[in-house]
C-alpha cells in the first residue's frame, strides 16, 4: 500500500480512496510518515454515523509509530452504500478481503461503537 504522507485534520474531509470487492464498495484512507511503510498499520472502524472526522486526534497521535487506516464499510460512516443483507460475520471478512487485496501487513484493529464490535469480529475470525 502507498500511504498518504500529508497527514492534517482537514485531509479527513477529502474524498476517499475507494475499493470494490464482490460489488461492495470500501471506503478509505491510508496515512503514514513514509509512503511504503512496511510497519502493521492501525485500522480505525467508527460507529455506523462517525466520520473519518472522528478520528482527527487518534490519527495524529497514532501516526508518530504506526501506519493508520480508515475504513467505512458499505452502510457505514461516509460509505452509502447500504448493505442490509450484511451480516456483522460477512463484514469482518470484507475486512479481510481488503487487507489481503491491498497486501497489506497484519492489521490492528481499533474500532468506535458500531466498529468495535467489527474489531473484535475481525481479529477473531482473521487472527
Same mark, same amino acid.
Given at each position: 500500500?502507498?500511504?498518504?504522507? /500529508?497527514?492534517?485534520?482537514? +485531509?479527513?474531509?477529502?474524498?476517499?480512496?475507494?475499493?470494490?470487492?464482490?460489488?461492495?464498495?470500501?471506503?478509505?484512507?491510508?496515512? +503514514?510518515?513514509?509512503? /511504503? /511503510? *512496511?510497519? *502493521? *498499520?492501525?485500522?480505525?472502524?467508527?460507529? =455506523?454515523?462517525? +466520520?473519518?472526522?472522528?478520528? =482527527?486526534?487518534?490519527?495524529? $497521535? @497514532?501516526?508518530?509509530?504506526?501506519?493508520?487506516? %480508515?475504513?467505512?464499510?458499505?452502510?457505514?460512516?461516509?460509505?452509502?452504500?447500504?448493505?442490509?443483507?450484511?451480516? &456483522? $460475520? /460477512? @463484514? =469482518?471478512?470484507?475486512? =479481510?478481503?481488503?487487507?489481503?487485496? &491491498?497486501?497489506?501487513?497484519? %492489521?490492528? *484493529?481499533?474500532? %468506535? +461503537?458500531?466498529?468495535?464490535? &467489527?474489531?473484535? @469480529?475481525?481479529?477473531?475470525?482473521?487472527?
Amino acid at each position: 500500500m502507498r500511504y498518504r504522507t /500529508d497527514y492534517s485534520a482537514q +485531509s479527513l474531509t477529502a474524498a476517499p480512496a475507494v475499493l470494490e470487492l464482490d460489488g461492495w464498495q470500501l471506503h478509505y484512507q491510508a496515512f +503514514s510518515s513514509q509512503e /511504503d /511503510d *512496511p510497519r *502493521p *498499520p492501525v485500522l480505525l472502524l467508527g460507529g =455506523a454515523f462517525q +466520520s473519518f472526522r472522528s478520528f =482527527a486526534s487518534e490519527v495524529s $497521535e @497514532l501516526l508518530a509509530g504506526h501506519p493508520v487506516i %480508515l475504513l467505512d464499510l458499505p452502510s457505514q460512516g461516509g460509505n452509502l452504500q447500504l448493505a442490509p443483507q450484511l451480516s &456483522l $460475520e /460477512d @463484514l =469482518a471478512d470484507l475486512i =479481510a478481503a481488503f487487507a489481503e487485496t &491491498l497486501q497489506l501487513p497484519p %492489521l490492528m *484493529p481499533i474500532g %468506535l +461503537s458500531y466498529g468495535s464490535a &467489527l474489531a473484535a @469480529l475481525f481479529a477473531a475470525r482473521h487472527p
